[in-house]
T-cell receptor, first 115, second 116 residues
Framework: AQSVAQPEDQVNVAEGNPLTVKCTYS??????LFWYVQYPNRGLQFLLK??????LVKGSYGFEAEFNKSQTSFHLKKPSALVSDSALYFC?????????????FGKGTRLSVIA | GAVVSQHPSWVICKSGTSVKIECRSL??????MFWYRQFPKQSLMLMAT?????????EQGVEKDKFLINHASLTLSTLTVTSAHPEDSSFYIC????????????FGQGTRLTVV
């Protein structure tokens, strides 16, 4: 079975400081990993994904994430946080070769960037 | 990226009535769409997988007679909450993929349902 863990319910960071939102996953085979952001009363917006290749993937709005197979992690990072980055962030996984199965989401991490 | 449009964005209805939510893929064809429910400050709970031209596949614990899903075309799936009750009040979100399993899913903007 596939699963995703986001160990932090809330992350607080000062504007201009680097931010990290943690994610670990569990799949039987190779993972496809995704990060999404949700603003209040809105759907989810895609940020970035890891499918194969370079472990460091870059996405929208200056975000990046690093795939670490040995630690089964896919932490989301940004070098310099903005107040406008404050939102709810979801990590998701799907196992490669799993056909048309839906994404499995973590419970979400609320990021608060303080001016 | 691909666009998924969900309508309405919010709806208020009386107990006992039914509400239909539409999910459209605007610039791609989606043979499969997914319906989620999100409670306040919680993650997305998958309700069902909607397959074009066939019956939806419901997750355990989701009442198929309560939440009717129809996927009549490659660009439209609908979720009807029948005989709504206050406990059905929630945020409902649909999503669709334009490609294979390694492509990202695109989400509608969500529908806030309030049953009074």
């Amino acid at each position: 079975a596939q699963s995703v863990a986001q160990p932090e319910d809330q992350v607080n960071v000062a504007e201009g400081n680097p931010l990290t939102v943690k994610c670990t996953y569990s799949v039987s085979g190779n993972p496809y990993l995704f990060w999404y952001v949700q603003y209040p009363n809105r759907g989810l917006q895609f940020l970035l994904k890891y499918i194969t290749g370079d472990n460091l993937v870059k996405g929208s709005y200056g975000f990046e994430a690093e795939f670490n197979k040995s630690q089964t992690s896919f932490h989301l990072k940004k070098p310099s946080a903005l107040v406008s980055d404050s939102a709810l962030y979801f990590c998701a996984v799907r196992e490669s070769g799993s056909g048309n199965t839906p994404l499995v989401f973590g419970k979400g991490t609320r990021l608060s960037v303080i001016a | 990226g691909a666009v998924v449009s969900q309508h309405p964005s919010w709806v208020i209805c009386k107990s006992g009535t039914s509400v239909k939510i539409e999910c459209r893929s605007l610039d791609f064809q989606a043979t499969t769409m997914f319906w989620y429910r999100q409670f306040p400050k919680q993650s997305l709970m998958l309700m069902a997988t909607s397959n074009e031209g066939s019956k939806a596949t419901y997750e355990q614990g989701v009442e198929k007679d309560k939440f009717l899903i129809n996927h009549a075309s490659l660009t439209l799936s609908t979720l009807t909450v029948t005989s709504a009750h206050p406990e059905d009040s929630s945020f409902y979100i649909c999503s669709a993929r334009s490609g294979g399993p390694n492509t990202e899913a695109f989400f509608g903007q969500g529908t806030r349902l309030t049953v009074v």
